[in-house]
């Protein structure tokens, strides 16, 4: 609040709002008031076919594998008021902070379809901002009062505005939710939790296209090193019991 005598720039604290639910290594209590929800690379270029990781012979028909489970999560999560961030992969287009090894992971042979590249399918260029690749899979049903933030590494941290605004909010608490589980989830996980803020995996509402050995270290790491793992039903079941 501001006139021309005085800007106040106090933030009162929001009331404690405490749920308490199911998770691994133990049941865990978060503070709803401070909570959000991050769901990472959802999009067309990783979960869907005729995007990139189609293209090169990936089977992505696991990776929607968090669309049903996110699906009944995040309306109860935004009638809560715990703030949905989508974090998908959307480079610029002309590419001016994409490093060469990273321009290398998206073409290690330097023949195929890279960053910014048109699918020969449908002509969408590889992890572009705005492109189809880009963008959340049809299947996923988000809000206008969702936020959206482009990321260019592993990392949804690295060189974007996710800290600023998560801090801005308040958040302490992130629950994290996408693909690929043991890639970008884990990766953003890692960074946050690194950063100061605590980290709640759900199990049920990530996936990987990677072989099954990488999924299992993921979930052993996060619970030995990271923060815990649940079950989006627990969520669910913890907001209940509460309301």
């Not at 009331?15 to 999009?43: C, G, H």
């Not at 994290?176 to 890692?190: H, K, R, S, Y």
């Amino acid at each position: 609040m501001v006139d021309e005598h005085r800007a106040d720039l106090t933030s009162p604290a929001l009331p404690v709002r405490p749920v308490t639910f199911a998770a691994e290594p133990q049941d865990v209590t978060v503070d709803l008031n401070k909570s959000a929800i991050i769901v990472i690379d959802m999009q067309n270029d990783f979960c869907t076919e005729g995007g990139w990781l189609h293209h090169i012979g990936v089977d992505v028909s696991g990776a929607s594998q968090p669309v049903e489970p996110l699906n009944r999560l995040l309306p109860a999560l935004r009638r809560e008021g715990v703030p949905v961030l989508w974090v998908n992969w959307g480079n610029r287009a002309d590419q001016l902070n994409i490093s060469p090894s990273l321009q290398h992971v998206y073409n290690s042979s330097g023949t195929g379809n890279g960053l910014g590249d048109p699918l020969p399918g449908n002509g969408s260029p590889v992890l572009q901002k705005e492109g189809w690749g880009a963008a959340l899979v049809e299947s996923l049903h988000a809000e206008p009062s969702d936020i959206r933030v482009d990321k260019y590494r592993m990392s949804g941290f690295w060189d974007t505005p996710l800290d600023s605004i998560l801090r801005n909010m308040g958040i302490q608490t992130l629950f994290f939710a996408g693909v690929n589980i043991d890639q970008c989830v884990m990766a953003t996980l890692e960074d946050a939790v690194c950063l100061g803020y605590d980290a709640i995996l759900l199990e049920d509402c990530s996936a990987t296209t990677s072989p099954s050995f990488c999924l299992e270290a993921t979930l052993y790491n996060t619970k030995q090193c990271y923060g815990f793992v649940a079950r989006s039903s627990s969520v669910m079941q913890g907001i209940e019991r509460t309301s």
